[in-house]
């Protein structure tokens, strides 16, 4: 817990889904962290395609992080087209190497948890993209 202006405030749990192209110490790391995290091979075929990781992401409120940045994109795009409304696949797009990841992921965990915090209970998604020099928040 968090001391800020006398208050404690509680560190959000985080429910997250490991596309294939990330690292298992990025998993490991997240759930060190007191997060959850679902890797896709342990519950989907590994072939999987992209669409249906992003439906299950939308239907189970995980939080996608991939390597994959631009077929995620494309099927965002696709949905806002096919729906009228912005997306509500929330995503962290991994624009580093994926050897670099982990120790992104250490660096921006806590402006990703605020960053989740002030969504609330919300629907709309989160998007962020972390690359080998910034995070950005995408709003």
């Given at each position: ?50 669409k249906v990781v992003a439906i ?52 921006f965990l806590p402006f990703i ?27």
């Open positions: 817990m968090a001391v800020r202006g006398g208050l404690t405030a509680k560190k959000p749990c985080i429910s997250f889904f490991t596309d294939n192209d990330v690292e298992d110490c990025v998993a490991d790391f997240l759930k060190d962290s007191g997060h959850s995290v679902v890797m896709l091979r342990d519950v989907m075929p590994s072939n999987s395609a992209d299950n992401c939308r239907q189970h409120s995980l939080v996608l992080i991939t390597h994959n940045v631009k077929h995620f994109k494309a099927i965002s795009k696709q949905y806002e087209a096919k729906h009228g409304k912005v997306d509500i696949l929330s995503r962290i797009e991994m624009e580093c190497h994926q050897s670099m990841s982990k120790k992104r992921l250490e660096e948890e605020l960053e989740w915090t002030k969504r609330g209970k919300k629907k709309a998604g989160m998007r962020i993209s972390i690359d080998r020099t910034m995070m950005r928040i995408h709003r």
